[in-house]
T-cell receptor, first 114, second 116 residues
Framework: SQQGEEDPQALSIQEGENATMNCSYKTSINNLQWYRQNSGRGLVHLILIRSNEREKHSGRLRVTLDTSKKSSSLLITASRAADTASYFC??????????????FGQGTELSVKP | DGGITQSPKYLFRKEGQNVTLSCEQN?????MYWYRQDPGQGLRLIYYSQIVNDFQKGDIAEGYSVSREKKESFPLTVTSAQKNPTAFYLC???????????????FGPGTRLTVT
């Protein structure tokens, strides 16, 4: 079952602007991850935030996690045309013995116009 | 180069035929996964394996089968019982689950299967 819901489904911005994507989930998690997918390609891991963390940075990426609201956001600052891709959040259920399962959201399609 | 390979990139089959998708990794990862992605949607887990000779059903295992005879390989067979097999199939791997740690998943480039 899909527990991640992402918002917006599509986002179009100009190069240099910031892009914010949101993810909501339903059950307790061990961690939350963000992945990027270029059209017709595999996914690439961007960043992982643990359930006891509130914010994490990696280069131009900033991820926040609010476990009380069961939500996360991904901010890409100073966007570039090369950031154009689909972005997915994925949650790792807190229940042990899930075998490494991740539950993916529907994704946000980001278009950055030069 | 370490990574995951999937072959072929595009695959065409007639309805009623079984087809096997290849997934090989040289990352020395213990866990491997198969996902299905339909247009404009997220990934849905088909099967996963934490160790050689063992695998578990994911959320949409019906009509699919897998084997894990070697650590490096996790082939997926799409059988004729799968009602809507046309999709983009992604294989992934990760380091072994240790206590409550869950490692990031590394994905292959995918195989686009079209069944007519």
């Amino acid at each position: 079952s899909q527990q991640g819901e992402e918002d917006p489904q599509a986002l179009s911005i100009q190069e240099g602007e910031n892009a914010t994507m949101n993810c909501s989930y339903k059950t307790s998690i061990n961690n939350l991850q963000w992945y990027r997918q270029n059209s017709g390609r595999g996914l690439v891991h961007l960043i992982l935030i643990r359930s006891n963390e509130r914010e994490k940075h990696s280069g131009r990426l900033r991820v926040t996690l609010d476990t009380s609201k069961k939500s996360s956001s991904l901010l890409i600052t100073a966007s570039r045309a090369a950031d154009t891709a689909s972005y997915f959040c994925a949650t790792a259920p807190a229940t042990y013995n899930q075998g490494g399962k991740l539950i993916f959201g529907q994704g946000t399609e980001l278009s950055v116009k030069p | 180069d370490g990574g995951i390979t999937q072959s072929p990139k595009y695959l065409f089959r007639k309805e009623g035929q079984n087809v096997t998708l290849s997934c090989e990794q040289n990352l020395n990862h213990d866990a491997m996964y198969w996902y299905r992605q339909d247009p404009g949607q997220g990934l849905r887990l088909i099967y996963y394996s934490q160790i050689v000779n063992d695998f578990q059903k994911g959320d949409i295992a019906e009509g699919y089968s897998v084997s894990r005879e070697k650590k490096e390989s996790f082939p997926l067979t799409v059988t004729s019982a799968q009602k809507n097999p046309t999709a983009f199939y992604l294989c992934a791997s990760s380091r072994v689950l240790r206590e409550e740690e869950l490692y990031e998943q590394y994905f292959g480039p995918g195989t686009r299967l079209t069944v007519t």
